[in-house]
């Protein structure tokens, strides 16, 4: 008898807990083909696991490939939202295809939690959206913290930017904005336009011959990377610095010569000395047998660990009620402290990072090195640079 009891109150007991358990699906919707892609998957995944091994919440995912492009994206949330039946969102890494959907997602109402999508004009498109929850820094913040190593490089007697940016609304929507507050700074700008993508750079690389640019400066994607590392040292640019703002830089990128001294900006390396970096490192190893260099993999990361905050506080799968509690998160991250407020312009009603995460580093010696603000760097910056 007493054994029979013993058993009934251990089933009771497993029942309450899978009771005090609040399951969520959340739908996935990233360009998993991509270097950006698969580090953000990699990194909710790794979230999602610390959240579920807590047992009060269990999130399952439903993982699908926006093809990086609004003609794979638009059918894949519809997908989502039909077939699935989520009614949480983790997404929107490009800014075109974040734009793309702006419409879709307001058509279905799920709470959208986006990872990437730093174009104001996507702040735009989702304004009047109040269960959009923006994590990465917008376009402005970029600028702000990009001007502010720039204004460095004026110091050093940098004066002329020859700037190269993206035709869709990543590259080019803030790029009067750059243009405006370098030339406040007293730099001479020349920007050219170019198609992402097209490996072609020698025609525009060759016309800024005559400007003379101390510094190169490009916004683009990954792809991008190498042919204008490349093709600047083939025309002869020589520029004293190659600077690159990609989402994501191309897998090896660090072990092929020509991105020997080019710098750029990240919000994140494996290197960022708190606890919560250094736990998000050893998880991520753990788990994956490697780390990595891509900031994405702990934004996924993070989007992961604060929504399952939130589904433990709402103790609920309802969407706004969820919604609700992570409003109120505030947490440590590896990029630092996170809350939600409104966005700067006060267009998006809830913006989680600004321009205090980002980083300048520097390609030496086959890794990305910290080189800028001083706080912050574990080399000084070469300038000029070799190309």
């Avoid at 950006?36 to 990194?43: D, E, F, Y």
């Avoid at 075109?96 to 939690?113: D, E, I, M, W």
């Avoid at 590896?334 to 939600?340: Q, V």
Wanted: aromatic fraction near 10%; include cysteine; hydrophobic fraction near 45%.
């Amino acid at each position: 008898m007493k054994k029979v009891l013993v058993v009934l109150l251990a089933v009771l007991g497993l029942a309450g807990l899978a009771l005090a358990q609040t399951t969520v699906r959340v739908g996935v919707l990233l360009p998993i083909s991509t270097v950006a892609g698969k580090a953000a998957l990699n990194g909710v995944q790794l979230g999602v696991d610390q959240v579920n091994a807590g047992g009060k919440v269990k999130i399952e995912l439903v993982v699908v490939d926006d093809g990086n492009a609004p003609a794979a994206a638009v059918p894949a949330l519809t997908k989502l939202m039909t077939v699935d039946r989520v009614d949480i969102v983790i997404g929107g890494l490009a800014s075109g295809v974040t734009f793309a959907l702006s419409g879709p997602v307001k058509q279905y109402n799920p709470l959208f939690l986006c990872i990437g999508a730093a174009s104001s004009v996507v702040e735009q498109a989702f304004s009047d959206y109040g269960r959009f929850f923006h994590y990465h820094p917008w376009d402005y913040h970029n600028v702000a913290a990009a001007l502010s190593f720039f204004k460095s490089l004026y110091d050093g007697g940098a004066r002329r930017v020859a700037i190269l940016y993206e035709d869709g609304p990543f590259g080019s929507a803030g790029i009067q904005t750059y243009r405006q507050q370098l030339q406040n700074q007293g730099y001479t700008v020349q920007a050219e336009p170019f198609k992402s993508g097209s490996g072609s750079f020698t025609a525009i690389l060759t016309r800024l011959k005559s400007f003379r640019p101390d510094i190169l400066y490009w916004i683009g994607y990954d792809v991008d990377a190498l042919p204008i590392a490349a093709q600047t040292r083939q025309v002869g640019l020589e520029p004293k610095l190659i600077y690159g703002a990609p989402p994501a830089w191309p897998l090896g990128f660090e072990k092929n010569n020509l991105s020997n001294d080019v710098a750029g900006m990240t919000a994140w390396l494996p290197s960022v000395a708190n606890n919560e970096s250094r736990r998000f490192v050893t998880l991520y190893r753990r788990k994956y047998n490697e780390i990595t260099d891509e900031y994405m993999a702990p934004m996924g990361y993070v989007i992961a660990l604060s929504l399952g905050k939130a589904v433990e506080a709402a103790n609920s799968a309802d969407k706004d009620r969820i919604a609700a509690e992570l409003a109120k998160v505030q947490m440590d991250t590896p990029f630092g402290p996170l809350s939600f407020k409104p966005s700067d312009t006060g267009k998006t009603r809830f913006q989680g990072f600004n321009q205090s995460i980002w980083l300048q580093f520097q390609y030496l010696e086959g890794s990305r090195r910290p080189v800028f603000p001083a706080n912050r760097a574990a080399r000084p910056l070469r300038y000029p640079g070799n190309y």
